[in-house]
């Protein structure tokens, strides 16, 4: 299994702070890998920096064999990475329609490719020509991803999907998620909540203060109850 | 009940996207209220032709800085010397042909007022490319300096028009054809502003269908709203910045073009003062809405027109009273697009 994105020492600085200390990831091809950590280590930086929106001050970012540290992020994107941010970033002006028309690059969406897609988020068929901001908080999230999966890519980063959407919601992209997972994708997905870590990653990067402080199997780190308690301050009795 | 079944059931309860259409009956509502207070029907007419004519001229000078402004955050205060500089490079083409201007053949007058526009248009996009990669690009994201910068763009080109022009009006006839007026009942409709009020709405109804018929369009919506994830799809934003500023710039020029043979004369200063104007345009309608800047222009016009014949000492405040009034109402605009 090769490693289609490796990190390497990579720093960034976001102003006159410092906020990546030479974070060293690799995220193997077909495979989830999870990038937990508290609030601040440095998770969300580490993405937008894979995706150029912070430059990279130090270090080298590989999309398989291709430098892309000191792309544009349009290049970075180009070259086959679906970004699914924080904070959704749907187009609110636009209907979902259009939202998905621009995330379809290449040209015409795959029908087949929007019938998946619609099997797990409905309510964008239904609201197929209204406006992205009348969607709830869920409906926008279903379509920020739908913007990343309407065209084949070869890496997903993905952050913090689930963050406070209603159980309901988390169980719709859970699936979705674990659907794409089975068709072969590769994926760096920041989360917080440690049980649906649990249930889609297959590796994990642990950050804490800018650096990815513990790699591994994301099996493993849900089976040791210390480790978990020692790098992210989980509780066992609280979070599983 | 599966997740999905939950999802669509929570959004069964979801409004649908409610059209306003609220700001769209201003100008109108603006015009049935000035109605009692001017004394005839007919002058009523004319002055709200006028002030239609007036408005489509300052729409379409607005038009490229609403999207200049809501696409690239960038204040261009050297959007007046684009007006300028389009009026005078028709002035340039067209006093040559001044024998075909005064022609009695349409003819001859479309030939020489469309080589004009077409001068005009593509000399302020081709200005509006180097002041875009020259002057704006170092300051984006920095709106002090982009003032400053911009404001000094401003006098240095009304300075240069002073140089080569000298500080005196030009004058810039109508061609024949536009001059005179129609007759319908008492009222007196000059010809040109009804060809105003058509080219006006020729722009807006061509914009309306960029943005929302084409990927270049919903690709400047996208980017008024947020650039970064327009970049993050895979879109170099910066060529659509520069595309957009120099269809802004051939807007300004095209609406600098109108404007002089509207007032029949040409100076540097036309730049400036329109400015203000464009800027009140621009704020009442909402950072980056080509129809809120539409519905902006005409209020302003119209209500400067009325003002003007009713309480002519009030006129010059009335752009701004209508200002804060919209902004009181609607702090950001009739038609916010972006949240900057």
């Known amino acids: ?111 087949a490719r929007l019938d998946w897609i619609f099997g797990f988020f409905p309510p964008l068929k239904k609201f197929w020509l209204s406006r992205a901001g009348t969607l709830s908080g869920g409906q926008k999230q279903m379509l920020s991803f739908a913007r990343a999966f309407i065209e084949e890519r070869k890496l997903l980063l993905i952050d913090e999907p689930t963050k406070g959407l209603a159980p309901a919601i988390i169980g719709a992209l859970i699936d979705c998620l674990k659907e794409v997972k089975r068709r072969g994708a590769t994926i760096l997905l920041v989360e917080q909540n440690f049980r649906v870590a649990q249930e889609i990653g297959d590796l994990v990067g642990v950050m804490d203060n800018g650096r990815v402080v513990h790699s591994g199997a994301m099996a493993e780190l849900a089976a040791d109850a210390m480790l978990q308690h020692r790098l992210l301050g989980l509780s066992l009795d609280t979070h599983q | 009940m599966s997740a999905q079944d939950s999802a669509t059931d929570a959004s069964a309860a979801l409004p649908k996207a409610r059209r306003d259409f609220l700001p769209l009956l201003l100008p109108v509502a603006l015009g049935l209220a000035a109605l009692p207070f001017i004394p005839s029907s007919s002058t009523w007419v004319t002055l709200t032709i006028a002030g239609l004519a007036m408005g489509m001229m300052i729409f379409i000078m607005a038009s490229g800085l609403t999207l200049i402004f809501g696409l690239m955050d960038v204040l261009n205060f050297g959007h007046g010397a684009f007006i300028a500089i389009g009026a005078y490079l028709a002035t340039l083409v067209l006093l040559p042909l001044g024998g075909w201007m005064q022609a009695d053949s349409i003819w001859l007058n479309l030939a020489a007022v469309v080589p004009a526009v077409i001068v005009a248009m593509a000399g302020t996009a081709v200005l509006g ?83 929302n018929r084409t990927r270049i369009g919903l690709l400047i919506r996208a980017g008024v709203e947020n650039t970064e994830m327009v970049e993050a799809l895979g879109y170099r934003i910066t060529r659509l910045f520069v595309g957009v500023f120099m269809a ?76 804060v009034a919209v902004l009181l109402w609607r702090p950001r605009g009739l038609y916010p697009v972006t949240s900057r």
């Not at chain 1, 937990?36 to 270090?59: D, Y």
């Not at chain 2, 404001?151 to 109508?174: D, N, S």
């Not at chain 2, 600098?256 to 043979?261: D, R």
């Open chain 1, 1 to 111: 299994m090769s490693d289609l994105l490796t990190l390497s020492a990579v720093e960034t600085h976001i102003g006159r702070y410092h906020i990546l200390h030479g974070v060293e990831l690799t995220v193997p091809e077909g495979r989830t890998t999870m990038l937990l950590g508290r609030n601040g280590a440095g998770k969300t930086t580490t993405l937008r920096t894979i995706m150029g929106l912070w430059r990279a001050s130090a270090g080298e970012i590989r999309l398989g064999e291709k430098r892309i540290e000191a792309l544009a992020t349009p290049d970075i994107a180009r070259a086959g990475i679906g970004y699914v941010p924080e904070t959704m970033a749907v187009f609110s002006d636009l209907t979902v329609r259009e939202n998905l028309v621009l995330a379809a690059r290449e040209g015409a969406m795959d029908q």
């Open chain 2, 129 to 211: 490319l180097a002041f875009e990669r020259v002057v704006i690009a170092p300051v984006y994201g920095q709106h002090l300096k982009q003032i400053l910068i911009t404001m000094g763009g401003m006098i240095v080109a009304e300075q240069i028009l002073y140089a080569l022009f000298g500080p005196q009006q030009i004058p810039l006839p109508l061609p024949t054809s536009l001059r005179g007026s129609f007759q319908i009942g008492e009222a007196a409709i000059e010809k040109y502003r009804v060809v105003c009020v058509v080219a006006g709405l020729v722009v807006f109804l061509s914009m309306l269908a960029i943005l």
């Open chain 2, 248 to 323: 802004g710039s051939a807007l300004a020029g095209l609406g600098g073009v109108m404007w002089g043979l509207y007032r029949e004369q040409v100076n540097a200063a036309m730049g400036g003062e329109l400015l203000v104007l464009v800027f009140i345009v621009v704020i009442i309608g909402g950072l980056g809405s080509v129809t809120g800047c539409f519905i902006g222009a005409l209020l302003v016009a119209l209500a400067t027109n009325y003002a003007g014949f009713l309480v002519p000492k009030l006129a010059l405040v009335t752009d701004i009273a209508l200002m």
